[in-house]
């Protein structure tokens, strides 16, 4: 029963060796075995979006992702922010998008590969491309205007 | 606490029916996107002791064209991809754009298309599409390979064709041809499932239409479809009078059920209005363009 | 560190016969098991005192925490919980406010009137709360009224979704002393509620607060925390709670649903004459916060208008569900669904266009809110002009809409309070001449930190970087109620500027003894300075005096100020209130919206394209928090009008996941959603500030379903608006019409 099994995670640049449940996700491998905690449990069933992280630069939910199938894929959390991500913090900060943070981290890495695709969006296509990411605290036009902001400044 | 005790990850689709077959019947779960399985492990509303992960399985991925010039879409091909890909045009373009309305920009970069219709959820945006566009779908199992229409894939609440130990493998379509392809979803915020959905995917020859195909998703345990309302709409210009026909036939064969998203008296209601939007916009763009 | 786990009860009204934990503690990993039995008879409740820490005796509604479970890993814990088992006998269960109320029906709380109760409430039976507000003679204004409208509403329960669920970690030190981080909106209102339903002196709980994943009410009365401590005390270990999602919406609390008759006499120039207001809320299993949520909506149900003969009575039951309770807005979205809508309802009747017929009626700067208090800044005809003007109101008739659309616009009007309770700040000078503020009150997203900061740095004339505020901590704060009731800006804000005017105070007196001038020849000058005035280079920096006060003369410079709101809400002679639970309540926001839906005449869904939000705050302290909060409400509000809403299944909740209830994405709230600010400066606000955190959801359902009925000419009473109830309105018109 849970069983821990060896496993080897490339997060943020760096590689861990640790142990995680074969039933265990990325989430939990994330929060509870790195102390990478800003990857957010908000569901756990893939629908707010905080727990949103890089695997090879996509997007993915880290709650319905298991962390062994992880091996191999470069991670990256909001911890490991650089370039593009760093930019697009620091325009949420300036424009106002962050009020109680829960659901940035996610905002802000699903931003980072939206305009890694489309480095010149359209107020509409941040809205679609954010629309997996809920934030219960915003109305969320401070969060399209920074993201807009960011993509001003262009790339890092 | 999970019982998960292995997690395989095989290298072609042989070899993971070997492993599905070899496991413990219901405790041998395959493992494609995770969007809806790892979201079900979380709830403990499954406890596999197995997990066959299909990400290793090459055959399974990506779009190809196969020699008549129809579409092989492998059972791993992340919605995203399907969404994004122009050769599903014309008649086909009905799964484009159910593939562009699953979820959000994130899930349809997890779930698989193979997930999706193997899960069979009857408010999903697949079903109704691949039923409309007259797809097939490609099964593996212990005895090799077969085919079944998409139309008879889907056969009850979460339910489908696929047999003990077989999985899907991939969908398959007929080149496509000239005509349009529409998807419609109603919904109640962003990324939910459907309410109702209507897919429609018309040929379209010589200014009448030479084939139909309407399906409407969320309103019962399958994809709505009835062979009469496809035909009602074949050799005409899809006129209103036979829109609405078809709209009320569909309407009256609907089984839904009141669930939170929406009463059942509502989705009937909705039925026949959204069938006769889309064929009526169809009617317009096709009389546009051609 | 171990962790919690819960066992919720499956039946809505059941008497607990007995419980067989030994299977749950024999579990893997289990270090405790705890049913009601290893609780006393304590009992917390912020208005009655009607709720034990856990299941005792009796459930209450489906979901109510039975037993709980301290292992060494959480799914340990949820597999042990799983593992107790509890005898029940089945009660009959009152599930609807009418059941509640009928004759012979089952009893929610037997021993009700045993209860302790904060204040004069009028209950007996089922009604945990009755309360009545009136002004004037309301049946000779019915008389006097060329025209009455009635309708009768309803709105229904929605969840809060703070996108954290809640949780708490508690630990017990080596003296039995606990300490308890936990998602709250209140230090203060957690040690209390832990301490009575554990029976604890509130000095060996002290409570902090880590950063907290935003609260809209859900978290300032208790959710885990007593059983959380209840787990270390037994074990003796750090446990720590967090609730899923589903059980943060089965367990918590979430917005009350109303019934409501509201009955409005005008004259026929528009002149609003007569309001008659009846509510009745369903409260759920345990009172919280709902007699304030009852008496708050009564206060505003005769809106920021003049009515001069009003009578609003409402009725709060117990039903066999989880409890309702605070939630942005307290009451006001609801009371204001059928209020905001009912006057366009008169307007339409009227002739009169519906901004109109609200700026004759609005309050103006010498009228008093409904109960007599009087208004010391009212912008609200600013704000009305503001919205009109922005949304090009009056040219809204030139809207056009696509085939298959229709369009239109909606407006309503607004008032909320600030205020409310006890509040302290102590502004600290340190050694090297930066302040440290600390007030105990709790920053859950809405920028207070920020704002608080900013009025110390403001009032000192230190740059931002050299005042820091300090994490709340019962142990180190001054007293706090809490963040809610739109408070902590100005209650907060004018405790923390009396006291770095104190500073300020001290540190001029150690400066003029220093320069040896008189205190009033001295001023604050930018950058942490005392100079004299008039007099350039005879200065002297923070630090210097600091380290005077700390090491020579005086003693450190610490500044505080403590204070509570004691303004009467209600004048007796001028109106009659019975039940209502707060004496005193806070300084009044105003605000209007406009906004622009569009209706699919195919399917009835509802999509809003632009919306106007305007409030008066007094003085924004800083407009990009206060924008925020405004955006982030109409948000929550176009939730509320359109899609959020708790399904229940006789006592079961059927969709406590984010998959099947749903709340707005990027693509539900307009792009085009613009908050203006208006400033009439409250004379006693700090700079003038008053509260905005919750004004700015009151009326968006209402504005919505204006527009909605502007659109397609059905009057919809009953939200949701789902595109089903907008479809069937509509197919009704058309049938009416022919
Ligand atoms: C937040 C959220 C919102 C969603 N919204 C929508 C929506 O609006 N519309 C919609 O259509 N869908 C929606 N989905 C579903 C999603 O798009 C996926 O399609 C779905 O989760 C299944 O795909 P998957 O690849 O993730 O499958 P998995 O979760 O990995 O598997 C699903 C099931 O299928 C089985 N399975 C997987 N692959 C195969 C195969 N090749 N052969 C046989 N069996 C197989 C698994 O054993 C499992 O039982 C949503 C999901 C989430 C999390
Ligand atoms: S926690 Fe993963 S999407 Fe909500
Ligand atoms: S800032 Fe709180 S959820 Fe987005």
């Known amino acids: 029963m849970s069983t821990p099994y060896p496993l080897a995670l490339q997060v943020n640049g760096a590689e861990h060796r640790l142990e995680a449940a074969l039933g265990d996700t990325l989430l939990t491998v994330l929060r509870d075995a790195l102390a990478l905690t800003g990857a957010k449990r908000g569901c756990n069933q893939g629908v707010c979006g905080a727990c949103t992280v890089l695997a090879d630069g996509e997007p993915v939910r880290a709650c319905l992702t298991l962390a062994h199938e992880c091996a191999g894929r470069e991670i990256v959390t909001i911890e490991g922010a650089a370039g593009r991500a760093q930019a697009l913090q620091e325009a949420f900060v300036e424009t106002g998008a962050v009020q109680c943070g829960f659901c940035s981290p996610g905002m802000i890495l699903t931003a980072a590969a939206m305009l890694e695709r489309t480095p010149r969006p359209s107020a509409d296509e941040v809205r679609a491309g954010l629309s997996g990411n809920l934030c219960r605290c915003s109305g969320y036009r401070k969060i399209v205007d920074a993201v807009l902001r960011a993509a001003e400044t262009g790339a890092p | 606490m999970s019982a998960l005790a292995r997690l395989h990850r095989p290298a072609t689709v042989e070899e993971a029916v070997r492993l599905l077959a070899g496991g413990d019947g219901e405790r041998t779960r395959l493992l494609a996107g995770g969007a809806t399985l790892v979201a079900m492990l979380n709830a403990g509303l499954v406890d596999p002791a197995e997990l066959v992960s299909l990400a290793a399985v090459d055959e399974l991925r990506g779009i190809g064209t196969l020699p008549d010039g129809g579409l092989r879409i492998g059972a791993m091909t992340r919605h995203r991809e399907t969404a994004a890909d122009v050769r599903l045009a014309g008649t086909l373009a009905v799964l484009r754009e159910a593939a562009a309305r699953i979820a959000n920009p994130v899930v349809r970069n997890m779930g698989t298309i193979g997930g999706s219709i193997s899960f069979a959820d009857p408010a999903a945006d697949y079903p109704p599409a691949l039923v409309a566009a007259d797809a097939a779908v490609e099964i593996a199992g212990p005895q090799g390979r077969r085919r079944v229409p998409a139309r008879e894939f889907f056969v009850d609440w979460y339910a489908t064709a696929l047999g003990p130990n077989e999985m899907v493998t991939a969908i398959l379509l007929a080149p496509r041809a000239p005509g349009l392809g529409s998807y419609d979803k109603l919904y109640r915020v962003a990324g939910d499932y459907a309410i109702v959905s209507v897919a429609l995917s018309v040929a379209w020859r010589d200014g009448a239409c030479a084939r139909a195909g309407l399906a409407v998703g969320g309103c019962g345990p399958r994809p709505l479809h009835l062979d009469e309302a496809d035909e009602l709409l074949r050799a005409g210009r899809l006129g209103a009078q036979a829109a609405r026909r078809a709209g009320e036939l569909l309407a009256a064969a609907a089984d839904p059920l009141d669930d939170v998203r929406a009463s059942a008296a509502y989705r009937r209601r909705v039925i026949p209005r959204m069938v006769e939007r889309a064929l009526a916009a169809a009617r317009d763009e096709l009389s546009r363009t051609a | 560190m171990l962790h919690g786990a819960l066992l919720g009860s499956p039946h809505a009204h059941a008497r607990i016969k007995s419980y067989d934990v030994s299977a749950a503690r024999a579990a893997p990993g289990v270090h405790c098991v705890l049913t009601g039995e290893d609780f006393g008879d304590h009992r917390m409740g912020a208005f009655i005192k009607d709720e034990h820490a856990i299941a005792k005796g009796k459930v209450r509604y489906v979901g109510e925490p039975v037993a709980a479970v301290a292992a060494e890993t959480e799914a340990q814990a949820r597999a042990a919980a799983r593992l107790v088992e509890v005898e029940y006998e089945e009660l009959p269960a009152v599930l609807t406010p009418e059941e509640a109320l009928a004759p012979g029906a089952a009893l929610v709380h037997a021993e009700l009137a045993s209860y302790f109760k904060v204040f004069e409430a009028v209950c007996g039976g089922n009604v945990c709360s009755r309360t009545e507000l009136a002004e004037g003679d309301v049946e000779q204004g019915f008389r006097e009224s060329d025209l009455v409208v009635e309708g009768r509403y309803r709105t229904q329960p929605q969840a809060h979704v703070s996108l954290e669920p809640c949780g708490a970690l508690a630990e017990v030190d080596a003296a039995g002393r606990v300490t308890l981080w936990s998602a709250n909106q209140s230090v203060f209102r957690v040690q209390a509620n832990v301490c009575e339903s554990l029976g604890l002196p509130m000095s060996r709980l002290r409570c902090l607060t880590p950063r907290v994943g935003a609260g809209f009410g859900n978290k300032m009365e208790a959710h885990v925390q007593p059983i959380v401590v209840k787990l270390a005390l037994a074990t003796g270990r750090p446990v720590k709670l967090v609730l899923s999602r589903e059980e943060d919406f089965e367990i918590v609390r979430a917005r009350h649903p109303?019934?409501?008759?509201?009955?409005?006499?005008?004259?026929?120039?528009?002149?609003?004459?007569?309001?008659?207001?009846?509510?009745?809320?369903?409260?759920?299993?345990?009172?919280?916060?709902?007699?304030?949520?009852?008496?708050?909506?009564?206060?505003?149900?005769?809106?920021?208008?003049?009515?001069?003969?009003?009578?609003?009575?409402?009725?709060?039951?117990?039903?066999?569900?989880?409890?309702?309770?605070?939630?942005?807005?307290?009451?006001?979205?609801?009371?204001?669904?059928?209020?905001?809508?009912?006057?366009?309802?008169?307007?339409?009747?009227?002739?009169?266009?519906?901004?109109?017929?609200?700026?004759?009626?609005?309050?103006?700067?010498?009228?008093?809110?409904?109960?007599?208090?009087?208004?010391?800044?009212?912008?609200?005809?600013?704000?009305?002009?503001?919205?009109?003007?922005?949304?090009?109101?009056?040219?809204?008739?030139?809207?056009?809409?696509?085939?298959?659309?229709?369009?239109?616009?909606?407006?309503?009007?607004?008032?909320?309070?600030?205020?409310?309770?006890?509040?302290?700040?102590?502004v600290r000078m340190l050694e090297d001449g930066t302040v440290v503020l600390n007030t105990g009150a709790v920053d859950i997203g809405q920028g207070s930190d920020t704002v608080l900061t900013q009025i110390v740095a403001e009032a000192l004339r230190l740059p931002l970087e050299q005042v820091s505020v300090a994490s709340p901590d019962t142990d180190g704060s001054p007293y706090n109620w809490g963040t809610t009731a739109s408070r902590v800006t100005y209650t907060t804000g004018r405790a923390v500027l009396a006291a770095a005017r104190e500073v300020e105070r001290q540190a001029k007196a150690h400066a003029a003894e220093m320069l040896e001038c008189a205190e009033a020849d001295l001023e604050l000058l930018p950058g942490g300075v005392v100079g004299v005035k008039g007099v350039p280079g005879k200065t002297l920096p923070f630090v210097a005096i600091s380290a005077r006060a700390h090491w020579r003369k005086g003693g450190p410079i610490v500044g505080t100020h403590t204070w509570v709101f004691d303004q009467p809400t209600v004048d007796p002679k001028r109106a009659v209130a019975v039940g209502l639970p707060f004496p005193q309540i806070g300084v009044y926001s105003f605000g209007a919206l406009a906004v622009e839906v569009e209706v699919d005449e195919t399917t009835g869904k509802v999509a809003v394209l632009r919306a106007w939000t305007v409030a008066d705050v007094g003085r924004a302290i800083n407009r990009a928090a206060v924008e925020g909060q405004l955006e982030g409400a109409f948000a929550q509000g176009l939730g509320f009008a359109l899609a959020e809403e708790l399904v229940f299944d006789g006592p079961r909740l059927v969709n406590p996941t984010l998959m099947d209830y749903k709340v707005p994405t990027s693509l539900e709230v307009p792009y085009a959603l613009h908050a203006h600010i208006v400033e009439h400066a409250e004379p006693d606000g700090p700079f003038g500030a008053k509260g905005v955190g919750e004004i700015g959801i009151n009326v968006v359902a209402a504005a919505i379903a204006n527009a909605v009925a502007a659109a397609t000419g059905a009057r919809l009473r009953e939200l949701p608006l789902t595109a089903e109830r907008v479809l069937g309105g509509l197919l009704q018109r058309e049938a009416e019409a022919g």
């Open chain 3, 258 to 426: 109303f019934d409501l008759r509201v009955r409005t006499g005008v004259k026929r120039d528009g002149t609003f004459v007569a309001r008659e207001v009846e509510v009745l809320l369903d409260g759920g299993a345990y009172a919280d916060d709902s007699p304030g949520v009852l008496g708050y909506s009564l206060l505003m149900a005769r809106g920021p208008y003049r009515i001069p003969h009003a009578r609003c009575r409402g009725t709060l039951v117990y039903t066999n569900k989880l409890r309702f309770g605070a939630f942005r807005g307290f009451g006001n979205p609801q009371v204001s669904f059928a209020t905001e809508t009912q006057i366009d309802e008169i307007a339409a009747q009227l002739g009169i266009d519906p901004v109109e017929i609200r700026r004759k009626n609005a309050l103006g700067a010498d009228d008093r809110w409904f109960g007599g208090q009087a208004l010391a800044s009212n912008g609200l005809r600013e704000c009305i002009d503001v919205a009109e003007r922005e949304s090009g109101w009056p040219a809204r008739g030139a809207i056009r809409a696509a085939p298959g659309k229709r369009r239109a616009m909606g407006f309503a009007c607004t008032a909320h309070i600030g205020g409310l309770l006890g509040t302290g700040a102590i």
